[in-house]
């Protein structure tokens, strides 16, 4: 059975087809060129499974999608405290590429804007490895696969990249860059063009979302407190001049690139990535914001939106004999939400339940998310069109009438009824 997540990305894209404004990025060269109809969305849950939609093995350059695992590493070297004396964390409310320092302390006001960026590249080298091999090696860790330069990106951006060799020499004269203006522009450059698809940014989103572990290799890249630090200036810097706009409407920690990608991360859930070539007048990926408004309203992702969500809604399935035959049961529990009841999907998908008889138990739980019963609809329906018979046990009615995506409705017990079939089962 195909997991009706998918088919729900699937209809991100669909429904958001519509969506063509902006342009591409044509100040860069390799940029301009980029197929404009090319889209891609993919999200990642704590325990390491990725679901993607579209074009979703298209690879593109990372970009500004770069700065914050970059920040994170500079962070992890040197210590929170030595970052902060070089780079700040104020929102600028300005374009990523502004000409400008702190007035005050003459530092970047965040790392999320070039001069940030191009200062914390610097701080990633090392005597016998440049930066720009450490982020590399990083990304690859992060995305469980080889992550490479696109050389003739690199190279396109350095012909057009004056304004950042400009900032870098400004940072240079105000004491803010110890290394070589022009080596330090051309490690950020080859940071920015590494080539990515949408499943790696959500793998390297969901690391984030998961404290700072890469959630199928076990393996921690960040320590908890950076992670929780790096959020907290993707949420308020991420989106540049728009990010109070993204930060009321989508409401999670996100970083845009202008080739069109955009991940975001929910602390605890899932890590999201979406790509659209078009760009908004800040600068970031027009289609890919409307995915991302989509996936916060129907998933719950805001960070302000109250909820109890477990980490699965499922909390354990066994094997029973209910009303005189084989069934398998399956115990919910908590909030349901997409990144809860995920296992559950992926449970069923992967392991089609051997029995005639299938019954889920809703009585712990508390909640259901509109995008939760939706997918639990459609994957009824898929249970029922390979001939299972569904009985829901749901006390509190969390579900009221609940049908199938076909309009079939589900066999509905109460737990007392549940509990005498079982007993009279084992007799």
């Not at 004056?162 to 450059?189: F, I, K, M, T």
């Not at 991302?292 to 094997?319: F, Q």
């Not at 109460?414 to 089962?425: A, D, F, K, M, V």
Request: proline share 5%; glycine share 8%.
């Amino acid at each position: 059975m195909r997991s009706p997540i998918l088919d729900y990305l699937d209809a991100i894209i669909e429904d958001t087809e519509h969506v063509v404004s902006g342009a591409r990025a044509d100040y860069i060269p390799e940029l301009a060129s980029a197929d404009p109809d090319r889209v891609a969305v993919a999200l990642c849950t704590v325990n390491g499974t990725v679901y993607a939609s579209g074009d979703a093995n298209h690879e593109f350059s990372i970009q500004s999608m770069s700065k914050p695992f970059a920040y994170a590493l500079a962070i992890e070297d040197h210590g929170l405290e030595f970052v902060l004396d070089r780079v700040g964390v104020e929102p600028s409310g300005e374009a990523f590429n502004e000409l400008s320092l702190d007035p005050e302390t003459g530092r970047p006001r965040n790392p999320m804007i070039n001069a940030g960026a191009i200062v914390t590249h610097a701080l990633v080298g090392e005597d016998h490895r440049p930066a720009a091999d450490r982020v590399l090696r990083l990304f690859s860790d992060l995305a469980q696969r080889p992550v490479e330069v696109d050389e003739g990106l690199a190279a396109s951006e350095l012909e057009t990249g004056d304004r950042n060799l400009g900032l870098a020499y400004l940072l240079h004269a105000s004491g803010g860059l110890e290394q070589d203006p022009a080596a330090a522009v051309a490690g950020y450059v080859r940071q920015c063009s590494a080539n990515v698809t949408v499943r790696d940014l959500a793998l390297m989103a969901c690391t984030l979302a998961n404290g700072g572990v890469q959630p199928n290799t076990g393996q921690r890249l960040f320590g908890r407190r950076t992670t929780r630090y790096l959020l907290s200036v993707m949420a308020s810097c991420g989106m540049y001049d728009a990010a109070g706009d993204w930060l009321t409407s989508v409401g999670i920690p996100a970083k845009s690139g202008v080739a069109g990608g955009i991940l975001g991360v929910l602390p605890g859930q899932v890590g999201v990535a979406v790509f659209s070539p078009r760009l908004d007048a800040h600068g970031n990926s027009a289609r890919g914001v409307a995915m991302m408004e989509r996936l916060s309203k129907d998933l719950g992702l805001h960070l302000m939106e109250p909820g109890r969500p477990a980490r699965s809604s499922l909390r354990e399935t066994r094997k029973e004999v209910v009303d005189g035959e084989p069934a398998t049961v399956y115990v919910l529990q908590g909030d349901m939400v997409l990144s809860s009841i995920e296992a559950l999907v992926h449970e069923l998908v992967e392991n089609t339940p051997s029995t005639h008889l299938v019954v889920f138990d809703m009585s712990r739980v508390d909640e259901v998310l509109p995008v939760a019963r939706r997918t639990s609809a459609a994957m009824t329906a898929k249970l029922v069109d390979t001939g299972h018979r569904i009985i829901l046990v749901d006390p509190e009615e969390t579900v009221p009438e609940f049908q199938d995506s076909r309009g079939r409705a589900v066999e509905r017990w109460t737990p007392e009824r549940l509990e005498r079939s079982q007993l009279q089962g084992g007799s």
